[in-house]
């Protein structure tokens, strides 16, 4: 009869004194009042009556006594065991770690405060606005981790407000919460989880279908266990991203290079196996560059996520593809049967990416070269395969972009000169290998010379004067054109101006700006800088700009030209009738000059579409007042006709080809009068 009173009292501990004391209290009272009635009955005389007294008060201390010890020992062994299981409680959680501890507390949680179930949740979703439980225990089964929406939960209190404690009617309170509704929760006890930033990173609870015995202990336990459960959660997050970053890409979400190699060295194997023949395939995005330079690294990183989302929709389940870094792209194939198949996927992959990209209200064009390896033909190993698929890539970049190849073996040999044309390019600026060609330009009479065309060329200790077309395309890759560029127009600007003091006539030099150093964002200003220092006049100047290179962001070249035409430069577009411009976005940009195509020229008095394209071009460039300068031209036919159709300059071999500086200097002395001859030839050789 004792032992249900003295549970029910010590459940509040706080309290405790004051109740044992009432207890006693009643015990007196109710002793007094009924001792006395029952010896007045038994005991009419006075001295036994008396001797009675005393006995009851010798009673009295001795049951009063024995019910003070029996409280107190209850309470003192309740506490002790509370003690003891909670001792051992923190002992075995904080001796478990990851999924073991997560498991062991939700576990003894429920066992302590006898309640039904028990979870430890983290935050998901783009808000955080669902729950996804990391370990769950209910009492009467295994339950698995399961996924919930955090509104109208108890749970949502508990992440916005902090501790929520409800002792009963749970699905009162919150009706729309179909899983306590579900498992038929009564009571609740919730409190969030905090990382180092003070963030709530999830919610750890327990329910019971019954009203919980202990509140107060729950929400204890609950407090002491928080922080080492957050601890806990936040390493196990920390650990995911670690190994995330580790196998995945963190821009794209793709598979990075150590993933790729692990899966390609599993597939293989299992290739020679099942007599399968798996392909790499390495995909590049032709001059993917200019995006990051024209419209910012922000936009060309949305541009390769969706380049990565766009490879994987055209892949099969068990393709793998993973971002190499930057631009570059590997692809798996583990199932093909044969080389038709790699092909035919290669295929469908640059058809996927020509589709327009939308970026910031800019629609951008992508091209992609492909290489490809085939094992176990061009490769019996992981570092082979991926080697030579890297060879092929090159290979299709140097037949154009825009396409796929096989390896085959004798690319080796072509990528090994490759690698040392480039390494010896980088040392032609330092060693002084570069040199200055002009080609004149002459009025279309062919009378007078009135420009000249700045050139490149490289002329190689070993090799002699290296063709334009082996070294310019590799720099432009490499980026070593831009500080070529930027030498071409230094030499240039004091080259003219050098000519200018030696007293010959003014002309206007023509420097091509390739597409790397157009997207420079301080192109304008090295240009001023560069006619600051040489001291030659802006209107001197000619840029010369590629039709396809103002295309590919007509906006943003609008913006650039028109910055360098603020400096006074003269622009020119190089092989106009080769790119795709319109007359609408024509007469936006800020150009002087168009400059026909040597192709067009060519075949002027045998081609009547290409005599149509030039009628056309000189026709449209007049109607916006701008000249036309030809290139390429060879034969007196050929002038002539340019002659007959009002062509405004001329260039080709048929006046000269691109001569050395000292050559261009004779040919100026010649038209020359006698003393600006003889004063020009002092100055030059000064200088």
């Given at each position: 009869?004792?032992?249900?009173i ?35 009955l ?5 001295l ?15 049951l ?25 409680l923190v002992?075995?959680v ?16 429920c ?14 979703g ?36 902090g ?6 009617d ?11 509704a ?20 999830g ?6 279908r ?20 957050a601890?806990e959660l ?49 995909l590049?995005?032709?001059?993917f ?55 035919h ?29 085939i ?15 890297d ?17 085959l ?24 290998e ?27 200790p ?16 490499t980026g ?8 071409v ?13 030696a ?18 964002h ?19 100047l ?8 103002i295309?590919?962001?007509?906006q ?15 622009i020119?577009?190089d ?15 800020p ?8 192709s067009?020229?060519k075949d ?12 056309a ?12 300068v ?22 080709g ?27 020009s ?7």
């Amino acid at each position: 009869m004792i032992r249900p009173i003295v549970r029910r009292f010590c459940a509040d501990k706080k309290r405790l004194p004051l109740k044992i004391s009432l207890i006693y209290a009643l015990f007196g009272v109710l002793w007094i009042f009924l001792s006395d009635s029952l010896l007045e009955l038994l005991f009419t005389d006075p001295l036994r009556h008396y001797r009675s007294q005393t006995l009851k008060g010798w009673v009295f201390v001795l049951l009063s006594a024995g019910l003070l010890y029996a409280v107190i020992e209850h309470y003192r062994r309740a506490l002790f065991r509370t003690e003891e299981s909670f001792d051992e409680l923190v002992q075995g959680v904080s001796a478990a770690t990851g999924e073991a501890f997560f498991s062991l507390l939700t576990q003894s949680l429920c066992q302590a405060l006898k309640a039904d179930f028990a979870f430890i949740g983290e935050l998901t979703g783009e808000d955080g606005n669902r729950v996804r439980t990391v370990a769950v225990y209910a009492q009467d089964g295994e339950v698995d981790n399961f996924e919930f929406v955090l509104a109208g939960t108890p749970c949502e209190q508990v992440v916005s407000r902090g501790l929520v404690s409800l002792p009963a009617d749970v699905c009162r309170h919150f009706p729309e919460d179909s899983l306590a509704a579900t498992l038929g929760v009564t009571s609740y006890v919730g409190i969030p989880l905090f990382d180092a930033e003070g963030q709530v990173i999830g919610p750890m609870a327990v329910l019971s279908r019954r009203p919980l015995a202990d509140m107060a202990l729950a929400v204890k336990m609950l407090k002491v266990f928080s922080l080492r459960a957050a601890a806990e959660l936040q390493r196990a997050r920390s650990e995911k991203t670690i190994e995330y970053m580790a196998f995945y890409d963190p821009l794209t979400g793709l598979a990075n290079k150590r993933l790729f190699q692990d899966r390609l060295e599993q597939a293989l194997p299992q290739a020679r196996r099942a007599k399968r023949f798996p392909a790499v395939l390495f995909l590049d995005l032709d001059r993917f560059r200019n995006v990051n330079d024209t419209l910012g690294h922000a936009a060309g990183d949305q541009v390769l996520k969706e380049v990565g989302e766009r490879l994987q929709l055209t892949l099969r389940k068990d393709d793998t593809v993973a971002r190499l870094g930057g631009d570059e792209f590997l692809i798996l194939l583990p199932n093909i049967r044969q080389a038709e198949d790699a092909a035919h996927v290669a295929e469908k992959l640059i058809s996927g990416l020509r589709v327009p990209f939308e970026v910031d209200g800019f629609e951008l064009h992508l091209a992609a070269s492909i290489g490809i390896a085939i094992f176990p033909f061009d490769g019996e190993n992981s570092d082979s395969l991926l080697r030579n698929a890297d060879t092929a890539l090159n290979r299709a970049k140097e037949l154009g972009r825009n396409n796929y190849q096989f390896y085959l073996a004798e690319m080796n040999e072509s990528s090994l000169n490759r690698l040392g044309m480039e390494s010896q390019l980088r040392k032609a600026l330092e060693r002084g290998e570069l040199r200055l060609h002009f080609q004149p330009q002459y009025e279309v009479s062919g009378a007078r010379m009135v420009g000249l065309e700045a050139l490149l060329r490289w002329e190689h200790p070993e090799r002699g004067m290296v063709p334009p077309a082996e070294f310019i395309p590799l720099a432009e890759e490499t980026g070593l054109i831009v500080p070529m560029g930027e030498w071409v127009l230094r030499q240039a600007c004091a080259q003219n101006r050098a000519w200018q003091a030696a007293g010959f006539a003014p002309l206007r030099v023509a420097v091509n700006i390739s597409a790397r150093q157009f997207h420079q964002h301080d192109l304008a200003r090295l240009v001023r800088d560069v006619l600051e220092e040489t001291g030659l006049e802006p209107q001197w100047l000619e840029l010369e700009i590629t039709e396809s290179l103002i295309m590919q962001d007509s906006q943003g070249a609008v913006q650039k030209l028109s910055q360098l035409r603020d400096l006074g430069v003269q622009i020119a577009i190089d092989d106009f009738g080769t790119g795709y411009s319109s007359l609408s976005y024509l007469k936006k940009f800020p150009i002087q000059t168009l400059k026909i195509d040597r192709s067009f020229v060519k075949d002027l008095g045998r081609n009547r579409d290409d005599a149509a394209i030039v009628d056309a071009v000189i026709a449209l460039a007049h109607s916006l007042s701008m000249d036309v300068v030809a290139e390429g031209v060879e034969t007196a036919d050929q002038l002539g006709l340019l002659r007959g159709k009002k062509c405004n300059r001329v260039q080709g071999f048929f006046f000269h080809p691109p001569l050395p500086g000292e050559q261009i200097t004779w040919l100026l002395e010649q038209t020359a009068t006698p003393e600006v001859a003889e004063e020009s030839s002092l100055l030059c050789s000064a200088l």
